[in-house]
Every structure is written in structure tokens, then in C-alpha cells.
């Protein structure tokens, strides 16, 4: 249970926070001086501290100088009573989450707090690896596949070093547990991990979200603001889906990682940082290189070194795995005595495509618990979309290749000297392409699933004509079964 520590020397202060906090089940804490919330941190490690400006006996300041001291990670949000607190603003230059400006708003208050919790959990709540049947939790690692052993190797190799890496993967896969364990792992694990979606937040405000604002810089702006890359000094910033950034943001950007310096929207100081930055993406950041809509310079910076997620439909060995973990998870969480899976609805959970990863796994896996009126998931416990796109894809597969296949032998029947070669042609264009869209164009990887040499595998590719690149690159919303047959060819 999460706990919060209010320290205020207005009493009306706490019981507002215990009355906006009723519904959530948090632990509030009180304390009327700084000595007193000392004490209360120290016994009780709450999640969030809440500190007001001005105490009885020392400044807000001192006060969360010693805090942070006791405390390196601990979330503060200060609490003013003037919009103009320069200690707030000190204070937010030295890694606190925020301010409140008295008088508190609920919305306000819930909006912080949810913020301040999501900090704690990102650098306290360590990210486990689970190969095979151990207990976790949602913020762990699941999978033993060699896709994903080579993931935990590039966490091991990477994190110790002080350069920017670039996680790619479809949505769901699990990038920011990625990066959190890259920053666990670290040597700036004992300062702050900051996460920014780059796509949550409006074009016009992502600007001042990374580097602060000067009172009065543009329309609304009417405090000043401490910027993620000025918070974070001294430790890790998490840009989540860096491919939706604007050009003014990726020109400041590049510049904040080139010189770690960086001015507020509005002002022209400069402000000198030391921030890692750990980056991630689900779109293909070198085809919008090529279109013009990245900046070379930036994912050059960005791409000092790269691991790879793959989908779940690549690594349909994990899903028994993570099925057993999230079943263990959420039955608990639930308070239902699931524990086990029909063979019929693991057979369904199997074959579905899963276009939203582990993510989806995770809904669906919730909602058959929910669902479910005894100890075992079945499959009519399944969400209907999940069964029915399952038999509709697997009749899709099987018959859309063979009406492919004959239709091409049809064609070919009146006019061809050497059909059965042709026809094998077809066949072996379709299997390794198929492969190689496995392996992400990795000729060593493919020649050992289809049992051949490279060498062999070589001059299939120039024989057959495959080109290697379009194998790698997807389209949004393509499947297996639509690239079946579409075979890339270079002519």
C-alpha cells in the first residue's frame, strides 16, 4: 500500500489530502515541523513527500536538502502559498517533482501524486528477469527465447557504459522496462530516472516539458517552469517514442545531447546538464531519415547503441511462460482462484497474431480471469475478438495460400515448359522470405532454422532475387499472411 508524507503546519492541509485521498487507499502521513517529517521518513519510507515552503522551524529548502539526504530518491512536491516562490523553484533545479500553489485543488492534488508514485515506482520497483518458472512481478523481464537472451545480454553489456541507447519495438513489447533496468544496473542508478512520452504531450508544450519555461514565454505561462533535462542532471531521462518529436524539439534536443547545454522556452540563460539519455521508438527512425521527418544528426546521437524487442508473435515459445506469470499475478491481484489454462484456450492464445504485445496479453489474460467461474481458464473465457480473429486468420492462412498457389499453377499451365520448377521457384521464395522477416534479415540466423549453409542460403537469395531490406521493413498494419506471396524483389 502506498503511503504519503504531508508536512504542514496547517492542519487544514493534511486533512485535505486525506479527504482527496479517501478513495485511493493511500496511507496519509502528518507532520507539523521539519524535525517531525524527519523522524516520519525515516520510520516510515513513505512514497511521496509533501512539503510545504515556509515551516515553524527551518526553511522548506533545508528541510528537503535533508530529506533527499536521508532519502536520495524519495518524490517531493512542494506546497507555496505564492506562485512566486523562488525556494520552490530552487527546490525543483534540485530534483523535486513539482509545486502546489495554495489553495489546493483536488484535481491538482490526485494529477501530482499519481505523477510523484509513477517517479518512485520507476526507480525503486527493481526490473526482475524471468526465464522460466520463478516469481515476479508486472515489472519484470518474461521470456527465455534466444530473441530475448539476446535483449539481457545487450542490458548487461550497455548499462555500465555512459552513452545513449535506442530501444526498438513495436508498442507493448516492453521498452521502458528495458530501460529501467538499464538504468538499475547503472552507475547513475543512485540519481533521478525521468520518463517524457514524446507522443502523450502536445507539440506545443513537449518544448517546455524537456527544458522549462521563463514566466511569460508564451500564453499561459504564467510560472516559471523547471525543465526534465534541468531535473534530471546527474541522472538517466527516459524519451519514450522519440519518432513523434517535432523539428524545433529534435534540433534542442541534439543539441542538449552534443553539449549538455540548453536554454528555458523564453530565456537566455544557459543552463549546463549531465543527463543519460536512454531512447525509444516504435516507428522505423532511418525510413523517416530517408523521407526527411528525423533528423540524421539526432538519431546518430540517439543511436549509440541499439536493442532490438521483438513482437510476441516472434517468440510464441514465451507465451506459456507468460501466461503462468500474469495468470500468478492477477489472480492475486483479483482475488480469484485461477491457476491454471484449458489446453483448447492455450492452443487459442497460441495461434492469435497479438498486434499489441505483451501489453494485450495482459488485458486479455485479466479479463478471462474476470471472466472465468472456476480454477481454470477456458477458452469461451476468452475475449470474443481473440477467438474469432484466431479461427478467421487460420482459415485466412490456409486457404489464401492455396488459392494463391492455384491460381498461379492455373496461370501457368498452358504456356510453361518447366512448371515444377517454377512452382518450387514460388515455394522457396515464399520460405525464405518468410524467415528472413524472422530474422530481420540475418542470413546466419536464417540458414540455421532452414537446416542450409550461408554460403547456400547466399545464392538462394541471389538466385530467387530476394532483396534483404523491404524483408526488414513491415508496413503499419500488414500481416504474415498479406506478405505470404507479395514476395520483394529486386528486378
Known sequence: MSSILVIDDDRSVLQTFKHVLADTGMTVLGAGTAAEGLVQLREHSPDVVM?????????????????????????????????????????????AVDYLIKPLEAEQIRRLVARALEIRRFMHVPVGVIS????????????SCPAMQEVYKAIGRVASQNVTV????????????????????GPRASGRFLAVNCAAIPEALLESELFGHEKGSFTGAELKRIGKFEQCSGGTLFLDEVGDMSPLVQSKVLRALQEQKFERVGGNETIKTDVRIIAATNRDLEQMVANGTFRADLYYRLNGYTIKLPPLRERTADIPILIEHFLRLFAKELDKSVHD???????VLLRYRWPGNVRELQSVLKQAILQATGP???????????????????SARTN?????????????????????????????????????????GN?????????????????????????????????????????????????
Open 166 to 185: 535506442l530501444i526498438c519495438g513495436e508498442s507493448g513489447t516492453g521498452k521502458e522496462l528495458v530501460a529501467r533496468a538499464i538504468y538499475q544496473h
Open 132 to 143: 522460466g518458472n520463478g516469481q515476479g512481478s508486472t515489472d519484470s523481464l518474461v521470456g
Open 51 to 95: 512539503l510545504d515552503v515556509m515551516l515553524p522551524d527551518e526553511s522548506g529548502l533545508e528541510t528537503f536538502q535533508r530529506l533527499v539526504q536521508a532519502d536520495p530518491k524519495v518524490p517531493v512536491v512542494f506546497i507555496t502559498a505564492s506562485n512566486t516562490s523562488d525556494t520552490a523553484i530552487e527546490a525543483m533545479k534540485l530534483g
Open 376 to 394: 481454470v481458464v477456458l477458452a469461451d473465457f476468452l475475449p470474443a475478438e481473440v477467438r474469432q480473429a484466431n479461427s478467421v486468420s487460420g
Open 341 to 347: 489454462i484449458a489446453p483448447e484456450a492455450l492452443d
Open 400 to 440: 489464401g495460400q492455396a488459392v494463391q498457389l492455384d491460381s498461379f499453377i492455373e496461370e501457368r499451365l498452358h504456356d510453361s515448359k518447366d512448371l515444377y520448377a517454377e512452382t518450387l521457384a514460388l515455394v522457396e521464395r515464399a520460405l525464405l522470405t518468410r524467415v528472413l522477416q524472422h530474422t530481420a
Open 443 to 491: 542470413q546466419s540466423h536464417a540458414a540455421r532454422i532452414l537446416g542450409v549453409t550461408r554460403g547456400c542460403l547466399r545464392n538462394k537469395i541471389r538466385l530467387l532475387r530476394i532483396s534483404i531490406d523491404p524483408v526488414i521493413s513491415v508496413p503499419d498494419g500488414a500481416t504474415d499472411e498479406s506478405l505470404e506471396y507479395s514476395l520483394p524483389m529486386s528486378e
